[in-house]
């Protein structure tokens, strides 16, 4: 099965774990829009729920499949989130952030009392890190920033898109993609980038998963955090 075929496979599965009258955080990304589609046609079937959308692509692809949308400052408390990861440890750590939604998709994890994980079978690792670590940053800050992550042993670039022009999210910040290789202590990483002033957000998502669905061929693995 391909990697398409898996993301698929676990998206839909997830849609079948949301039930009626639910406010659903819905993610962004290639295997989240998998979920957000099979979302919508349970919509169409009948089945009554509210999302509020990760980021500005996610809302519209809900409204056109018919998802009535919400927002945090009607409902600040949500049921569920799903979303997908560009990595996930045994512990249920993440890295998110390539699709450059990560600081909506924290905001909406940190609201959501269930978070669920979707992703095929490339995004499982035993260590974060080879995927390159998102940092969202001020623009004004960004030269600062880069030398103090530089300072902690990563590799920095830019995000720029394909045009070769910079990367802007949602929020209007810069993206730069930090390597750090093997990522050792996850938590603590995140805290040390956390305190730097500039740092709007990072794409580290610690303690916030509850359940990772992981297609692996024609089968469906569920993920619970390792103690």
């Given at each position: 099965m391909s990697h398409e075929n898996e993301k698929e496979q676990a998206g839909r599965?997830?849609?079948?774990?949301?039930?009626?009258r639910q406010i659903v955080g819905l993610g962004t990304g290639s295997t989240a829009y998998f979920?957000?589609?099979?979302?919508?046609?349970?919509?169409q079937a009948g089945l009554k729920i509210t999302g509020i959308p990760t980021s500005i692509a996610t809302g519209e692809l809900a409204t056109k499949l018919g998802?009535?949308?919400?927002?945090l400052e009607q409902n600040p408390v949500i049921d569920v989130v799903i979303d997908g990861a560009d990595e996930i440890d045994p512990h249920l750590n993440l890295i998110k952030g390539g699709g450059g939604a990560h600081l909506r998709e924290k905001v909406?994890?940190?609201a959501s009392r269930k978070m669920i994980v979707i992703a095929d079978s490339t995004k499982v690792v035993e260590y974060l890190g080879r995927f390159p670590l998102p940092v969202e940053v001020i623009d004004f800050a960004?030269?600062?920033v880069e030398r103090k992550i530089a300072s902690l042993g990563a590799s920095i670039k830019q995000r720029t898109r394909k045009d070769g022009s910079p990367y802007i999210t949602d929020n209007g910040n810069p993206i730069l993609d930090c390597a750090f290789?093997?990522?050792?202590?996850?938590?603590?990483?995140?805290?040390?980038l956390s305190a730097i002033?500039?740092?709007?957000?990072?794409?580290?998502?610690?303690?916030?998963?509850t359940i990772a669905l992981v297609g692996k061929g024609n089968s469906l693995e569920e993920i619970s955090a390792r103690p």
């Open positions: 599965a997830a849609a079948q774990l949301v039930h009626d979920a957000v589609i099979a979302l919508g046609e349970r919509v998802i009535p949308l919400t927002t909406i994890a940190q960004r030269p600062v290789g093997k990522i050792v202590d996850p938590p603590a990483l995140a805290a040390t002033a500039g740092v709007v957000e990072h794409g580290l998502f610690i303690n916030l998963a």
